[in-house]
């Protein structure tokens, strides 16, 4: 691979879009759109002490989201929008190989992805001061939004690459995305719910009087059950969406009650904790001071005890992405075997 002719290839792409109208009013609205959202969290905390985390959360998840709806047209048609165009097989024709027009055109769309990251960057820095945000916690999530955008770009030059249509393309690009985000949450519900556990509870109570106050005497013990969605074993259906990787990625933190401090954390442990099967059998003595319930078990036992989900998902989002830039790649390769009905060559 020839580093000066996939410059060539970065610098073609970037050039057309920045010579666009268009992508500077995309900039414009992305702005005032964080703008908005920046002050509605800040108006909604109220200015209170422990909110800082949660207004910075907030945000980099409305950054993230705003990301990974824009990215797919930014990517979707780079290799058939430019064979419509007739401006792809001129660059074939020339030294440049297939992987370096693929991987050219992934970096164009990774870094015009980061540009809006760049427009986000004030807002995320007022953030960050206000909420009183630890320089890791800040660096973490910065690094999964760089990654995340690449992991979109990937998807959507691949599949512009398989399939022969802009249109078609992109709409795949954003079905893909929506797998992600959406998807991975419904498939999740539903295969927990579907996938079920009987468990035996015991328990017994105090006796109460007519006036409903209690007595000294405890009632009989009774057996009940009752079935319980195991989503301990579809946990890594959840490990591939996006905002699941920033907020386990990125270092929790907890009060000493053990309540989460910002939203990263608080998502961070509900998935966690997903991974926790069920017990068979629970007990409950309502006779015993606390009722005999069990303590909630501490958040970073929870943490140390199950499997960093982001390591998952980053894996799973990798082999999605490479997988459809090698077959977008081999579907651009020239010379072609075969070519899909009505494809432009030239």
């Not at 998902?313 to 070519?339: D, E, H, K």
């Amino acid at each position: 691979m020839n580093l000066r002719r996939l410059g060539t290839v970065i610098a073609l792409e970037l050039t057309q879009r920045v010579r666009s109208v268009a992508w500077y009013v995309l900039l414009g609205v992305f702005a005032v759109l964080l703008l908005a959202v920046t002050l509605l969290t800040f108006a909604a905390a109220g200015g209170q002490p422990d909110s800082g985390g949660n207004v910075y959360s907030v945000i980099v998840y409305i950054v993230l989201l705003l990301v990974v709806l824009v990215s797919p047209t930014l990517a979707g048609n780079a290799i058939n929008g430019d064979r419509d165009a007739a401006t792809l097989a001129p660059v074939q024709v020339t030294l440049t190989t297939t992987p370096e027009i693929v991987i050219g055109k992934l970096i164009a769309a990774w870094i015009a992805g980061l540009a809006f990251v760049v427009v986000a960057i004030p807002f995320v820095v007022v953030a960050v001061i206000a909420g009183g945000v630890s320089p890791l916690t800040a660096l973490v999530s910065a690094l999964v939004l760089i990654l995340e955008i690449g992991v979109v770009a990937a998807i959507g030059v691949g599949l512009s690459g398989i399939l022969s249509r802009p249109l078609f393309s992109v709409a795949s690009t954003y079905l893909v995305v929506a797998a992600l985000v959406i998807g991975t949450v419904i498939a999740f519900g539903l295969s927990g719910l579907a996938s079920q556990t009987q468990v035996t509870v015991h328990s017994r109570d105090v006796i109460y009087d007519d006036q409903g106050n209690a007595t000294d005497q405890c009632g009989q013990w009774s057996t009940d059950t009752y079935d319980q969605p195991r989503f301990d074993r579809v946990w890594w259906m959840l490990a591939p969406n996006p905002f699941v990787i920033l907020s386990d990625a990125t270092p929790a933190r907890f009060e000493s009650a053990g309540y989460p401090l910002d939203a990263f954390s608080g998502l961070k442990l509900a998935v966690r904790q997903a991974q926790i099967p069920p017990k068979s059998v629970e007990h409950y003595d309502g006779c015993k001071a606390g009722g005999d319930v069990p303590p909630e078990t501490e958040p970073f036992k929870v943490l140390a005890e199950t499997t960093p989900s982001w390591a998952v998902g980053v894996a799973i989002q990798l082999v999605l992405a490479g997988g459809l830039m090698l077959w977008g790649g081999m579907r651009t390769r020239t010379p072609a075997r075969r070519l899909a009905r009505g494809s432009r060559i030239a």
